[in-house]
């Protein structure tokens, strides 16, 4: 059962425009984790947001965390062809048990 | 090693087989995790361990599914009577205390 569900599930967008990506949940989350992954490799993490409505950047990429702690969001700005990827939050419940979005797979055209 | 190896990269089995994979995390890291990736999808929790004990096996599907670490370091992913619905990517992931997960390129398992 996957408690966070990502929206959308696929973008295809231009090189230079903006998105936003989606991570929602009915649940609380004590921190929430956005990762980049690559095909044939394993998931990088790029941020951990821990306070309710906390806002984190991180170059051109934008995250925040509700302030209820059940949702969060990725905006990128001016999207890049090497943006492109599987984007996947995770929240953590209890201590350190992780559990993983949906995913939304972004692809870039150059 | 520097990061989290997973062995065998790629497995391929016949229904009904019995299957081990192997996860060497980065030295140091306490916990361990395992995770479950069909293509295209979001990685499913199957069991996390913190030293040698599992910390939280909720995630694995059913009993033909066991993960052992008893020195606290290497641990192994044991699947019995392999279906064609076990087929998947296995993840393997250790962490230090900042949270962050490391993970490995995983193992990718094909039942025919």
């Known amino acids: 059962t996957q408690l966070l569900e990502q929206s959308p599930q696929f973008l295809s967008i231009q090189e230079g425009e903006n998105l936003t990506v989606y991570c929602n949940s009915s649940?609380?989350?004590?921190?929430l984790q956005w990762y980049r992954q690559e095909p044939g490799e394993g998931p990088v993490l790029l941020v951990t947001?821990?306070?309710?409505?906390e806002v984190k950047k991180l170059k051109r990429l934008t995250f925040q965390f509700g302030d209820a702690r059940k949702d969060s969001s990725l905006h990128i700005t001016a999207a890049q062809p090497g943006d492109t990827g599987l984007y996947l939050c995770?929240?953590?419940?209890?201590?350190?048990?992780?559990?993983f979005g949906t995913g939304t797979r972004l692809k870039v055209l150059a | 090693g520097a990061g989290v190896s997973q062995t065998p990269s790629n497995k391929v089995t016949e229904k009904g087989k019995y299957v081990e994979l192997r996860c060497d995390p980065i030295?140091?890291?306490?916990?361990l995790y395992w995770y479950r990736q069909s293509l295209g999808q979001g990685p499913e929790f199957l069991i996390y361990?913190?030293?040698?004990?599992?910390?939280?096996d909720s995630g694995l599907p059913n009993d033909r599914f066991f993960a052992v670490r008893p020195e606290g370091s290497v641990s192994t992913l044991k699947i019995q009577r392999t279906e064609r619905g076990d087929s998947a990517v296995y993840l393997c992931?250790?962490?230090?205390?900042?949270?962050?997960?490391?993970f490995g390129e995983g193992s990718r398992l094909t039942v025919l």
């Open positions: 361990f913190q030293g040698t004990g599992a910390a939280d």
């Open positions: 947001v821990v306070t309710g409505g």
């Open positions: 992931a250790s962490r230090p205390n900042t949270g962050e997960l490391f």
């Open positions: 030295s140091g890291h306490t916990a």
């Open positions: 649940s609380v989350f004590s921190s």
């Open positions: 995770a929240g953590a419940r209890g201590t350190y048990k992780y559990i």
